[in-house]
């Protein structure tokens, strides 16, 4: 069973000001050493302050945000509701609660190339440590994405490795994201355009390789043998929630897992268990002795946790 390694603090090495810009590049150095070291690192999404503050408490080393998941949380069906400044301004109060690196979802960039530079320049600037960047249209989150040519992906991660170095962080991680094989018909075929994809997002300057659509070990396995960087894919979803675990993916030495939808799935089981069991007699005292809430200390520490971070304003 995979168990993180105790939380790393970055603070007092973050939120230096260069220009009038936020620069964090030491908290991009740390995540950028993480992922290309053993164990796996073990990535939780979150959607909130709150369930960052969670994560970092539970000993995880870095948060990832969910795109979908704060959608969810904003109480968007689907993702593409969610807009940039939404986005954008949640991952600023996500990095200012806790003091572990955070990678943001840059989701396609939101828009052209000025659009792009736009997106990597804020999100340096609300001290996000790395950003996911896809090759992905943006649609429903359950439907197959459209995928953009190769070439304009490639665009993409050299224009925005070089707004990243011109904003002052040179280590900004760039997890290239590829929908190649998420979104093909034939699976043999969409993993073979996935490993090209990602082998070619690497050589323009992505840090990290995620491939989405991932639902066999087998995948997996073919991916970390023939991309030619570090491997990341995401766990928990619909189509490989029941193919393999976390440690099956540490086991294979990926650099990288993310669990996109853990942490509002089982918050909304959470929430929608403690209503149910409210309904009958409304009896708090008996619901917390059932384990359905959590204690008042707990749940008071969990909100202290991460206070004082140095991403604060």
Same mark, same amino acid.
């Given at each position: 069973?995979?168990?993180?390694?105790? #939380?790393?603090?970055?603070?007092?090495?973050?939120?230096?000001?260069?220009?009038?810009?936020? =620069?964090? +590049?030491?908290?991009?150095?740390?995540?950028?050493?993480?992922?290309?070291?053993?164990?796996?690192? =073990?990535?939780?999404?979150?959607? !909130?302050?709150?369930? %960052?503050?969670?994560?970092?408490?539970?000993?995880?080393? %870095?948060? +990832?945000?969910?795109?979908?998941?704060?959608?969810?949380?904003?109480?968007?069906?689907?993702?593409?509701?969610?807009?940039?400044?939404?986005?954008?301004?949640?991952?600023?109060?996500?990095?200012?609660?806790?003091?572990?690196?955070?990678?943001?979802?840059?989701?396609?960039?939101?828009?052209?190339?000025?659009?792009?530079?736009?997106?990597?320049?804020?999100?340096?600037?609300?001290?996000?440590?790395?950003?996911?960047?896809?090759?992905? =249209?943006?649609?429903?989150?359950?439907?197959?994405?459209?995928?953009?040519?190769?070439?304009?992906?490639?665009?993409?991660?050299?224009?925005?490795?070089?707004?990243?170095?011109?904003?002052?962080? &040179?280590?900004?991680?760039?997890?290239?994201?590829?929908?190649?094989?998420?979104?093909?018909?034939?699976?043999?075929?969409?993993?073979?355009?996935?490993?090209?994809?990602?082998?070619?997002?690497?050589?323009?300057?992505?840090?990290?390789?995620?491939?989405?659509?991932?639902? &066999?070990?087998?995948?997996?396995? +073919?991916?970390? !043998?023939?991309?030619?960087?570090?491997?990341?894919?995401?766990?928990?979803?619909?189509?490989?929630?029941? #193919?393999?675990?976390?440690?099956?993916?540490?086991?294979?030495?990926?650099?990288?897992?993310?669990?996109?939808?853990?942490?509002?799935?089982? %918050?909304?089981?959470?929430?929608?268990?403690?209503?149910?069991?409210?309904?009958?007699?409304?009896?708090?005292?008996?619901?917390?002795?059932?384990?359905?809430?959590?204690?008042?200390?707990?749940?008071?520490? #969990?909100?202290?946790?991460?206070?004082?971070?140095?991403?604060?304003?």
């Amino acid at each position: 069973m995979y168990i993180p390694s105790i #939380a790393y603090s970055v603070k007092g090495m973050l939120g230096r000001e260069r220009g009038g810009r936020r =620069v964090n +590049q030491s908290s991009s150095q740390c995540l950028r050493a993480r992922l290309c070291r053993a164990p796996t690192l =073990v990535m939780p999404d979150a959607f !909130d302050p709150f369930s %960052a503050k969670l994560i970092q408490q539970a000993g995880f080393e %870095a948060v +990832q945000c969910s795109g979908k998941s704060m959608a969810a949380a904003m109480g968007y069906a689907d993702e593409n509701c969610l807009s940039y400044s939404e986005n954008l301004e949640l991952t600023r109060k996500i990095v200012n609660a806790i003091s572990v690196p955070v990678m943001a979802d840059g989701e396609d960039g939101f828009g052209n190339a000025a659009k792009l530079a736009q997106t990597v320049r804020e999100f340096i600037h609300v001290g996000a440590a790395g950003l996911n960047l896809e090759d992905g =249209v943006l649609n429903a989150w359950d439907t197959p994405r459209a995928i953009i040519p190769v070439e304009r992906m490639v665009e993409k991660i050299r224009l925005a490795r070089k707004i990243a170095i011109a904003a002052g962080n &040179s280590d900004f991680v760039i997890n290239a994201r590829t929908d190649a094989l998420a979104s093909a018909s034939d699976k043999e075929h969409g993993l073979f355009e996935a490993i090209e994809r990602s082998n070619c997002a690497l050589a323009a300057g992505a840090d990290l390789a995620f491939v989405t659509g991932v639902a &066999s070990l087998d995948q997996a396995r +073919q991916l970390r !043998d023939n991309i030619k960087g570090p491997v990341s894919i995401a766990a928990g979803l619909p189509y490989n929630a029941q #193919a393999f675990t976390v440690a099956d993916l540490s086991n294979l030495g990926l650099a990288r897992v993310s669990l996109p939808l853990l942490l509002i799935l089982g %918050a909304t089981q959470g929430m929608m268990g403690a209503l149910d069991a409210l309904k009958p007699k409304g009896d708090m005292a008996a619901m917390q002795n059932a384990g359905l809430l959590a204690s008042f200390p707990d749940f008071a520490e #969990a909100l202290r946790g991460g206070e004082g971070g140095s991403h604060a304003n």
